[in-house]
């Protein structure tokens, strides 16, 4: 929870989720009373300049003309535990994904390149603005991903600054998510950082929305989202028979019981817009307290998400998608509109 100005780090903003989670904290940073500060952050983490270029490529479609500077982005050396370091000094939230679609790109001139044609990975969260690329020579190397993870837990942690992670699990993750939740618990043991992991879970589908603008803010129906929060106990790690990850085996053994027996939670799921998703992580930051782990569940029922929103299949979806946008509500005092339903959801999570 903020309590005073705070600056927000963001890794893989080069993605259509990672620029839009941007591209709100960039929004909220200039509004007096969301609490993120406006001087070098929100800070995108990079690893070359192709990043930054569909960075803004996607703030001035989405949200009018907005602009990341040079200085609202980092060059880093991924694979350089020191060197995330020093890029998260000063900074009080990470956020962060699990699985990243991963590129090989040429390191950018007169940055941190050791030879002319030295290459490294850049990352998109969680995938590039059009789509899937072809180019993902680390998209079958699931060790690639745990160690870039694990490799930025420990950035964190030694910052000396960074109060909390925020991690959104990609839905590339489904599958290994024990995983991911296992660096959490050994590399923050002993260590005063926490962690919020948000997670849709391998049943939900992640959809983009057509046109979409700020002004458009958050697009499923207050009804349609559910938000489900498990907030880990103080000394979690400590309980007798607990090993590493267990609080992840929980929930999968929840989803699995679900998906087995056609539960409630199971029942109907349909589509999420990242855009949502990436304004819940933001309100997540606003709102939840820092001092303590928890894991959110975030699901959408089946009718969340018109068919006009993200796909058009018809005239009349067309017709009335239109019409939404006609009487869309446009105000430059708030962050995301309708953030407000966020921040209910919320509202009685620890």
Excluded at 64 to 80: G, R
Excluded at 139 to 167: C, L, P, Q, W, Y
Excluded at 188 to 217: H, K, L, P, Q
Excluded at 252 to 278: F, H, I, Q, W
């Amino acid at each position: 929870m903020l309590s005073s100005i705070s600056q927000v780090a963001i890794f893989g903003v080069g993605g259509y989720l990672g620029s839009t989670i941007f591209g709100f904290l960039q929004r909220a940073s200039s509004l007096y009373g969301p609490g993120i500060s406006s001087q070098n952050s929100p800070r995108g983490i990079i690893s070359a300049g192709a990043a930054s270029m569909s960075l803004n490529s996607l703030l001035s479609k989405s949200f009018k003309l907005a602009y990341a500077s040079e200085n609202l982005v980092a060059l880093t050396d991924i694979q350089d535990e020191d060197f995330i370091t020093k890029r998260l000094v000063g900074f009080d939230v990470a956020i962060i994904g699990t699985r990243y679609t991963a590129t090989r790109t040429k390191v950018t001139l007169n940055s941190y390149e050791k030879s002319p044609n030295d290459k490294t990975y850049e990352l998109y969260l969680d995938q590039p603005r059009g789509g899937d690329i072809e180019d993902d020579p680390a998209g079958m190397a699931e060790d690639f991903h745990i160690n870039m993870f694990r490799r930025t837990i420990r950035a964190a942690i030694a910052s000396k600054s960074i109060r909390h992670v925020f991690v959104v699990a990609t839905p590339a993750t489904a599958g290994t998510e024990r995983e991911y939740a296992t660096v959490l618990d050994d590399e923050m043991a002993g260590n005063e950082v926490n962690f919020t992991y948000i997670r849709t879970g391998s049943e939900t589908e992640m959809v983009n929305c057509r046109d979409y603008t700020f002004e458009r803010g958050v697009l499923v129906s207050p009804d349609n989202l559910k938000v489900r929060g498990s907030t880990l106990a103080k000394g979690y790690r400590g309980m007798e028979g607990y090993e590493s990850g267990d609080w992840m085996s929980v929930l999968l053994a929840v989803d699995e019981d679900n998906n087995d027996t056609g539960g409630v939670e199971s029942k109907k799921k349909g589509p999420c817009a990242r855009e949502d998703l990436a304004a819940l992580v933001v309100q997540a930051v606003q709102s939840l307290d820092w001092s303590k782990s928890r894991v959110l569940d975030v699901s959408c029922t089946e009718m969340g998400l018109p068919n006009s929103v993200w796909k058009g299949v018809s005239n009349a979806d067309l017709n009335q998608d239109r019409s939404m946008r006609a009487r869309a509500i446009r105000s430059d005092n708030d962050w995301c509109i309708n953030s407000n339903i966020l921040a209910k959801k919320l509202m009685l999570i620890e």
